[in-house]
T-cell receptor, first 113, second 113 residues
Framework: DQQVKQNSPSLSVQEGRISILNCDYTNSMFDYFLWYKKYPAEGPTFLISISSIKDKNEDGRFTVFLNKSAKHLSLHIVPSQPGDSAVYFCAAQVSPANSKLTFGKGITLSVRP | DAGITQSPRHKVTETGTPVTLRCHQTENHRYMYWYRQDPGHGLRLIHYSYGVKDTDKGEVSDGYSVSRSKTEDFLLTLESATSSQTSVYFC????????????FGDGTRLSIL
């Protein structure tokens, strides 16, 4: 039973446009959500996170939105750059004190020059 | 970059042989984790540690054991490797307290023939 779902395996966008990466979850106990970016032959790199007490968190070009009632979050990248091309993982945990992460399968983002 | 070193980075071995992967950190973080990444599965937690000699199982722990005798080192052992354990293995660390994201090493690519 997959508790964190990234249903689209890939996304291709034009440089300068917005990239929207989606993530759904089923476990209502999740209360902290993270996005990681991964390049080939490297480990995942933490990108941005959001607590369930918020519905938006912004860091530069990256914004994460959380809709708790729909159990849905999304990562917006504006403007998209070719260096953003990578695999993006959505992850969730039950509480910050319980740090075990549950990951989605990942989305491969390609940003076309 | 978080001070995490995984060794070896690549290993090829035969079915039935024992294999030990090492994760070394220089951040003095309390929590350490072992994940495996496989196509179509994202990252899945194998084992984790919340302190020296304190470890617990993750969702895919069968066939794996871990040890943590020092804060800085977390070892993952495959007692008798099987082909289904061919994967990329990632170590992660995190501190205590709220909103502490996990930081990952660059992985070990393990092939079991």
């Amino acid at each position: 039973d997959q508790q964190v779902k990234q249903n689209s395996p890939s996304l291709s966008v034009q440089e300068g446009r917005i990239s929207i990466l989606n993530c759904d979850y089923t476990n209502s106990m999740f209360d902290y959500f993270l996005w990681y970016k991964k390049y080939p032959a490297e480990g995942p790199t933490f990108l941005i996170s959001i607590s369930s007490i918020k519905d938006k968190n912004e860091d530069g070009r990256f914004t994460v939105f959380l809709n708790k009632s729909a159990k849905h979050l999304s990562l917006h990248i504006v403007p998209s750059q070719p260096g953003d091309s990578a695999v993006y993982f959505c992850a969730a945990q039950v509480s910050p004190a319980n740090s075990k992460l549950t990951f989605g399968k990942g989305i491969t983002l390609s940003v076309r020059p | 970059d978080a001070g995490i070193t995984q060794s070896p980075r690549h290993k090829v071995t035969e079915t039935g042989t024992p294999v030990t992967l090492r994760c070394h950190q220089t951040e003095n973080h309390r929590y350490m984790y072992w994940y495996r990444q496989d196509p179509g599965h994202g990252l899945r937690l194998i084992h984790y540690s919340y302190g020296v000699k304190d470890t617990d199982k993750g969702e895919v722990s069968d066939g794996y054991s871990v040890s943590r005798s020092k804060t800085e080192d977390f070892l993952l052992t495959l007692e008798s490797a099987t082909s289904s354990q061919t994967s990329v293995y990632f170590c992660a660390i995190s501190g205590i307290g709220n909103n502490q994201p996990q930081h990952f090493g660059d992985g070990t690519r393990l092939s079991i023939l």
